[in-house]
């Protein structure tokens, strides 16, 4: 087994990992590590909750040690280009952990905050920047920033830029760094329009694949329920009615669709909220709050609010609309079994679309077994969909619906985590008793709008 100590990382990111208890890399840290410290360009197919930021963060920050300088004077020595708020929180969270013993200072960047702090911020120069697109056009734009210093350049979640229309703001900036510099290149799946723009990005690049592109995780139990359209919401009251339903995040195809739905659930006495675009900060951060602490059983989002959102213990998704885009599939699904845990997702199909769940198929290259509950045919086949090993890490629902009939009270025991954690009921805090891996314990979820 590969440890940490086995990567050839420097004293004080050990120090920092151990501090947090951290020991063992995953493969994509095991993988990408050691090119990223020779200077090498490198291609990373990896879905959220591989544990990738680690995997740029540790050697970037001793890239950076190696040859001491002063941050240049409104700009940065390594720039994280990240699509969402919530996701660049979280990634500068990761290199100030990890680069804690190392003084190395770091920003964030994204919109509807006040820029005063970013500008004042930038004018001094920061070692790490980690910025969403738009704002950081805005910044080049007043010649608030300046790239030209820049030695690492990272693209995290390409795939998702691509989604919320960031390429041509990407191109744009990337026009501004200089020509030598090392390039990180991290999407979890691989469109045509992304494979050219990494192509245009990298040099012989090292290439680290720990999920095969536009597959689906093999530890998630899915399965297709054929419904009328204006029966899915009692349908999706109906499968809440299982207990083993703890913390389940469902996906509509638009923010009123998410709004209806999360009035319906909570209307039948199930907890529930939504979150998108259209509320405010204050609102999404309570959401999200109330998610991770067990205290909002089902959290209803569209993608893009979605996007970024980390919480452990998430045991089902429910795709209450199919996605317009197959790969937003993948996506949403992997909100669950994540970090080697197992987890359900279960999609609601209306004959009009049919054709969304084909594409779907083809591209994960598999059939997702289907049941029929038109005209109200009963539950069937649905008792089959269970995670394929014991679930972990599901916090007992301490609200709504969740006593389910016949029984079934023994399904909300605790149940241990690997790595020996135990999901506390209510979703209370996990107290770590032995070595962790990173993906499965990053920073905590807060919630930021999109740029």
Known sequence: MTHFT??????????????????????????????????????????????????????????????????????CRALVLAPTRELASQIAESFRTYGRHMGFSVAVVFGGVKYGPQVRALAAGVDILVATPGRLIDHINEKVANLSAVEIFVLDEADQMLDLGFLPPIRR?????????????????????????????????????????????????????????????HLLAELLDDAKMARTLVFTRTKRGADRVARYLEGVKIRADSIHGDKSQGQRERALAAFKAGETRVLVATDIAARGIDVDGVTHVINYDLPNVPEAYVHRIGRTARAGADGVAVALVSDDERSLLKDIQKLTRQTIPAFDRRNDRGLGALAAVEPKTTPDRAPRPQHGRGGAQGGKQSQNR??????????????????????????????????????
């Open 6 to 75: 086995d990567l050839g990382l420097a004293k004080p990111l050990l120090k920092a990992l151990a501090e947090e208890n951290y020991a063992t890399p995953t493969p994509i840290q095991t993988q990408a590590i050691p090119s990223v410290l020779t200077g090498q360009d490198l291609l990373g197919i990896a879905q959220t909750g591989t544990g990738k930021t680690a995997a740029f963060a540790l050697p970037i920050l001793q890239r950076l040690a190696a040859d001491p300088k002063p941050a240049p004077r409104r700009g």
């Open 173 to 233: 900036i990337v026009a501004t760094l200089p020509k030598k510099r090392q390039n990180l290149f991290f999407s979890a799946t691989m469109p045509t329009e992304i494979g050219k723009l990494a192509g245009e990005l990298l040099i012989n690049p090292a290439k680290v694949a720990v999920t095969p592109s536009a597959t689906t995780v093999t530890r998630i139990a899915q399965q297709v329920l054929f419904v009328e359209t204006d029966r899915k919401r």
């Open 414 to 451: 605790r149940r241990s985590r690997p790595g020996g954690q135990n999901a506390a009921a209510g979703g209370g805090k996990s107290q770590p008793s032995g070595p962790r891996s990173i993906a499965a314990t990053q920073p905590a979820a807060r919630w930021n709008p999109v740029d």
